[in-house]
Antibody, heavy 125, light 108 residues
Framework: EVQLLESGGGLVQPGGSLRLSCAAS????????MSWVRQAPGKGLEWVSA????????YYADSVKGRFTISRDNSKNTLYLQMNSLRAEDTAVYYC??????????????????WGQGTLVTVSS | SYVLTQPPSVSVAPGQTARITCGGN??????VHWYQQKPGQAPVLVVY???DRPSGIPERFSGSNSGNTATLTISRVEAGDEADYYC???????????FGTGTKVTVL
């Protein structure tokens, strides 16, 4: 059974940093791309970042590029999101999601087949 | 950037059919995926690659995609189908995942 368990959320001041973790189990972690998706309170889903199975390719939404860094440790079956220079608008539930495949040379289609339960990040003074 | 537009809400009586649209420029050339999200829960994939269903998803959920509109159809709607629904594509021109604006389905 695929399980994704996020941790690391909490209250942080504007301009501060936070690192989220996602512990994965039930599948061969290194064989799949992984992603972070967030949802601000009362709002829709917003894709944040994604990373290939090897960690060699990373992708970011324009809203977080240069501030957030996605990474993974395949020896620990864990996905990370380092969030710096946090803003009030980054307040959201952050979901870890498993991508249906790894990324090839060209991605025509991709989606998320499993999601974690999410961790809440609140940016406020 | 690529934009996906959904109606904010759809209301349907039990036993009837709900249709949720997802509009995007030439979306018919992309593969569209749909997620169901109930209050306080994580999203769940209900349709992938326009019209395929993951195991465990009822046949009442179906999808289509052509031209500038993709559609999620829920047949014989039940009270348990009340949720928010989001469409999603991969935009290869920007290497971004894109979600639709979301549709709240209310069962009357």
């Amino acid at each position: 059974e695929v399980q994704l368990l996020e941790s690391g959320g909490g209250l942080v001041q504007p301009g501060g940093s936070l690192r989220l973790s996602c512990a994965a189990s039930g599948f061969t972690f290194s064989s799949y791309a992984m992603s972070w998706v967030r949802q601000a309170p009362g709002k829709g889903l917003e894709w944040v970042s994604a990373i290939s199975g090897s960690g060699g390719s990373t992708y970011y939404a324009d809203s977080v590029k240069g501030r957030f860094t996605i990474s993974r440790d395949n020896s620990k079956n864990t996905l990370y999101l380092q969030m710096n220079s946090l803003r009030a608008e980054d307040t959201a539930v952050y979901y870890c999601a498993k991508v249906v495949t790894d990324y090839g040379d060209y991605i025509h289609s991709s989606y998320f087949d499993y999601w974690g339960q999410g961790t809440l990040v609140t940016v406020s003074s | 950037s690529y934009v996906l537009t959904q109606p904010p809400s759809v209301s349907v009586a039990p036993g009837q059919t709900a249709r949720i649209t997802c509009g995007g420029n030439n979306i018919g050339s992309k593969s569209v995926h749909w997620y169901q999200q109930k209050p306080g829960q994580a999203p769940v994939l209900v349709v992938y690659d326009d019209s395929d269903r993951p195991s465990g998803i009822p046949e009442r959920f179906s999808g289509s995609n052509s031209g500038n509109t993709a559609t999620l159809t829920i047949s014989r709607v039940e009270a348990g189908d009340e949720a928010d629904y989001y469409c999603q594509v991969w935009d290869s021109s920007s290497d971004h995942y894109v979600f639709g604006t979301g549709t709240k389905v209310t069962v009357l």
